[in-house]
Nanobody, 120 residues
Framework: QVQLVESGGGLVQAGGSLRLSCAAS????????MAWYRQAPGKQRELVAR???????NYADSVKGRFTVSRDNAKNTVYLQMNSLKPEDTAGYYC??????????????WGQGTQVTVSS
């Protein structure tokens, strides 16, 4: 069992930056993949970025070059640095921890989410 707590969301103007944090209640090394998802009102939840235990990262096409996912294993924390934010990035952002196959992990644990709102 693990608790994930996101923080760092807020209101920002287009072009601005935010850094989200996801603090885990135990070591994140037991999870093959840590990821960030987002969900906007009326839309499906989508994968934003993921990072494996060996540091391999993947991003949604819509955020490539603007967002960076990283992890600090010593602090049991995963980060999402978001730059050049756009109004379409407005959503609830959720941290999740995955087990099983790296290619298709089972995201068993989820945080409560943090809201990001980007004004135009």
């Amino acid at each position: 069992q693990v608790q994930l707590v996101e923080s760092g969301g807020g209101l920002v103007q287009a072009g601005g930056s935010l850094r989200l944090s996801c603090a885990a209640s135990r070591s994140i090394l037991i999870f093959n993949v840590m990821a960030w998802y987002r969900q906007a009102p009326g839309k499906q939840r989508e994968l934003v970025a993921r990072i494996t235990n060996d540091g391999t990262t993947n991003y949604a096409d819509s955020v490539k070059g603007r967002f960076t996912v990283s992890r600090d294993n010593a602090k049991n924390t995963v980060y999402l640095q978001m730059n050049s934010l756009k109004p379409e990035d407005t959503a609830g952002y959720y941290c999740t921890a995955g087990i099983g196959a790296i290619a298709a992990p089972v995201f068993q644990y989820w945080g409560q989410g943090t809201q990001v709102t980007v004004s135009s």
